[in-house]
């Protein structure tokens, strides 16, 4: 499975954006994007995916670089509740493909 | 909003004693999981689920795992002898209504297993 890198820590301040980086150089012309988050004491939560071109939904945008070497995960006003863990994973399109979790960033919010 | 559901949130056992954790994946999803996280360490896949067999396993799922699907809605994995080290969060998910679908899993909110 291709790797990520993450920073293992960022901080951010309530209200403003966050903007967590991944890279994965050696990602393969298959390979989604997928983030996912894990808030404390709780299970993984999908956030957002991508294959080329960046994506907006109502949690996040993800910005994906031309040569889909790395992506950023754009949060465009951090809440206190977005404090978690960040995942970037890269994953195949099947169905079935079991997520393979690193260490991700975790992001902590002032107020 | 559907949502996985797990029970029990917490099961405390004694060591060598069989235990079943349950799951309740999203209606009409085709594709099951069970991951599990150690306190403080990275989330772990150990199975997959598909059309009622194991689609895929890692190294941590041994003999000792179990996983079944037994009357069409409820999602299972069995210790059947359980130890000090399988202490740890038990996630299950579900994913897809259809094959090869947009592949986002959603996860249950756990249940802590303490083996005593």
């Known amino acids: 499975d291709a790797k990520t890198t993450q920073p293992n820590s960022m901080e951010s301040n309530e209200e403003e954006p966050v903007h967590l980086p991944c890279n994965h150089s050696t990602i393969s012309g298959t390979d989604y994007i997928h983030w996912y988050r894990q808030l404390p004491s709780q299970g993984p939560e999908y956030v957002i995916h991508g294959l080329t071109s960046n994506v907006n939904n109502r949690m996040a945008s993800l910005a994906i670089a031309e040569d889909r070497k790395s992506s950023t995960l754009i949060l465009h006003r951090a809440t206190l509740r977005d404090a978690a863990v960040y995942y970037c994973?890269?994953?195949?399109?099947?169905?079935?493909?079991?997520?393979?979790f690193g260490s991700g960033t975790r992001l902590s919010i002032r107020p | 909003e559907p949502e996985v559901t797990q029970t029990p949130s917490h099961q405390v056992t004694q060591m060598g004693q069989e235990v079943i954790l349950r799951c309740v994946p999203i209606s009409n999803h085709l594709y099951f999981y069970w991951y599990r996280q150690i306190l403080g360490q990275k989330v772990e896949f150990l199975v997959s689920?598909?059309?009622?067999?194991?689609?895929?396993k890692s190294e941590i799922f041994d003999d000792q795992f179990s996983v079944e699907r037994p009357d069409g809605s409820n999602f299972t994995l069995k210790i059947r002898s359980t130890k000090l080290e399988d202490s740890a969060m038990y996630f299950c998910a579900s994913c897809c209504r259809r094959a090869g679908g947009d592949n986002e899993q959603f996860f249950g909110p756990g249940t802590r297993l303490t083996v005593l």
């Open positions: 689920f598909y059309n009622n067999e194991i689609s895929e």
């Open positions: 994973i890269l994953k195949g399109y099947s169905s079935a493909s079991k997520i393979i």
